[in-house]
């Protein structure tokens, strides 16, 4: 009798589940899932607004795309971007957790001024980014911007001004919430273990590699695949502070250019699902990381 | 432990400095710049600003002066800041609650009921933010006709919450997972159904990870300029990060920095004000239960 209503109750609670997963589903299913079968549809097809039919092409799209020298440009540039930003990021994020773990007078307000950078509302933040950066008219700091600027791009080329301009907004913006994604991680570190650590071994940075560093390992994988699905869907950012004159063009932009600029929609679809695989791949290995730990077996 | 030695206090300050400098010179620069007269834009110091003037914010609400001198009347373009901040108002708290409310019982679902593959289902969840943004607006955009909510902030509301559910969804059922059991079950053998459990017991003491969830999704809205520019068209109908995209670089160069300030101050007072409930809030998704 016991047994019955006790399965009864967990078929119950199975049904509220899915009623109450219901609402998510819908919505990913409307938002993500429909327009993301739509892309994948029309890669295969060279749909474009500029003629009435749509045909089928099959694997054109993403044969084409592998011959494009242009391609390769992008994926070598939107690498060195994730890469470049994530490690920047990861590093300064965990500069300033480890700044901030020990009380000192005034941290309450250093804080602060870390968690600042990633509240700062960014849609709007980079118009600021962008006028400060790239002066429009004679300024106060055009001058100095602008020897800046020239002397940067005479250096590594032109636009490069521009394109580091958009990693370091991106670093300026990601370290923050790094810092404090790793300060939270640290804080939820026993205090027992760093008690047992300094009795075990008089070398902080001995005491650092192994106690903290394995214990922020989930956090470090968190951080690194949210810093590398930005970078590589990134394009509002780069769009904005490069004013649409793309040098160095990343997958997203170039993605952009060729839907919106050339109206191919077919070739821009597999382009930009040329990363979804990898960051697939990136993120099933990262699971084995960061997945929640069950803690009661019971 | 022994006192620290002067220089390692020196270097500990030092570090401070520069990681304050570093994270605050950007937006006090713009504030600075906000500040500004025409006049001192061009003539002053960047670094400082000798008379601060809210003229720049005025412009925003009234157009009065003369663009630049000589312009003619035809780009005094009045900007509608209020409709669009109240529009602003309306978009974020909306993602915020939706976001939560749609999280929170995604969360106690595969946290606490756990129905069968509770884990994958998770997983799939935060697998979302592998799909690209880039070109997805093309066919959101079929799906918003559809809806009929093109340049509707409903839109907004749609969209929004679909780019922090993932990480508030995985946030919240790891901290409703920690949760030991107990928590509930005396409340379950006193006969109570579980919903009450939920909203007497569990969602009273989730508070921190809910001030935590929520302080995300308005940092990753707050971010979004594609989105809201695409989708908004009518100026009466736009956000002020949708209306700011439309100023003109060279005529409206101040103002639009002050409308960036305009929107941020409010954010940040109310992000600073939960920042500490914000860390609070991830530590405890970390190890409660423990």
């Not at chain 2, 939920?198 to 990753?220: H, K, Q, Y």
Request: charged share 15%; proline share 6%; glycine share 6%.
């Amino acid at each position: 009798m016991r047994v019955t209503s006790k399965r009864t109750q967990r078929q119950r609670d199975i049904r509220t589940a899915y009623l109450l997963l219901a609402p998510t589903v819908l919505l990913l299913l409307t938002v993500l899932a429909y327009p993301l079968g739509w892309e994948v549809w029309a890669s295969f097809t060279n749909l474009s607004p500029l003629q009435e039919q749509a045909a089928f092409v099959g694997l054109e799209n993403y044969r084409r795309q592998f011959e494009d020298p242009q391609f390769w440009k992008a994926t070598a540039v939107t690498i060195l971007y994730a890469a470049v930003t994530s490690v920047a990021k990861l590093a300064l994020g965990l500069g300033f957790a480890l700044l901030l773990v020990r009380p000192f007078r005034g941290r309450a307000l250093v804080f602060l001024a870390i968690f600042l950078p990633w509240v700062y509302p960014a849609g709007v933040s980079v118009i600021g980014w962008y006028w400060s950066l790239n002066p429009p008219i004679a300024t106060a700091y055009s001058i100095f911007l602008g020897q800046l600027k020239y002397s940067v791009d005479s250096v590594f080329g032109g636009g490069a001004w521009a394109f580091g301009s958009v990693m370091l907004f991106n670093i300026w913006r990601g370290s923050s919430f790094i810092g404090v994604l790793l300060l939270a991680g640290i804080n939820a570190i026993p205090p027992e273990l760093f008690e047992c650590a300094v009795l075990e071994s008089k070398n902080p940075w001995r005491r650092f590699r192994l106690v903290t560093v394995p214990l922020l390992k989930p956090l470090f994988a968190l951080g690194v695949f949210l810093s590398l699905t930005t970078a590589f869907a990134d394009l509002a950012n780069v769009w904005m502070l490069t004013a649409g004159r793309i040098v160095f063009p990343v997958i997203g932009t170039h993605a952009y250019w060729l839907a919106i600029k050339a109206g191919q929609f077919g070739p821009a679809s597999a382009l930009s699902l040329t990363l979804v695989p990898f960051l697939l791949g990136v993120l099933l290995v990262l699971f084995r990381i960061f997945d929640p730990v069950e803690r009661d077996a019971a | 432990m022994n006192p620290k030695p002067w220089w390692a206090k020196l270097g500990h300050g030092s570090l401070m400095l520069l990681a304050t400098v570093y994270c605050l010179f950007p937006i006090y620069f713009m504030l600075v710049q906000s500040l500004k007269t025409p006049e001192e834009d061009v003539f002053g110091n960047p670094l400082f600003v000798a008379n601060p003037t809210l003229q720049n914010f005025e412009e925003l609400f009234e157009r009065k002066s003369e663009v630049r001198g000589f312009v003619g009347d035809a780009l005094l373009r009045p900007h509608p800041f209020f409709v669009w901040f109240a529009n602003t108002l309306f978009v974020f708290a909306g993602s915020v609650v939706a976001t939560l409310g749609v999280s929170v019982a995604a969360a106690y679902a595969l946290g606490r009921l756990r129905p069968p593959g509770f884990r994958w289902w998770r997983r799939a969840i935060f697998a979302a933010y592998v799909i690209p943004q880039t070109i997805l607006f093309i066919p959101l955009y079929q799906v918003m006709i559809t809806l009929e909510l093109d340049d509707n902030l409903l839109a907004l509301l749609l969209i929004y919450p679909s780019m922090a559910l993932p990480f508030c969804v995985w946030m919240l059922s790891a901290y409703f997972q920690h949760l030991s059991r107990e928590i509930e079950e005396a409340a379950l053998i006193e006969g109570a159904s579980r919903a009450t459990a939920f909203f007497r017991i569990i969602l009273p003491m989730s508070r921190p990870v809910l001030v935590a969830a929520g302080i995300f999704t308005l940092g990753t809205v707050a971010s979004d300029f594609m989105i809201a520019s695409v989708f908004l068209l009518t100026p009466v109908n736009q956000t002020i990060t949708a209306g700011l995209g439309t100023f003109d670089v060279a005529l409206d160069e101040l103002a639009a920095v002050a409308g960036v300030n305009l929107l941020a101050i409010p954010v940040v007072l109310f992000s600073a004000f939960f920042a500490r409930g914000y860390v609070r809030g991830l530590t405890a998704a970390m190890v409660e239960g423990a």
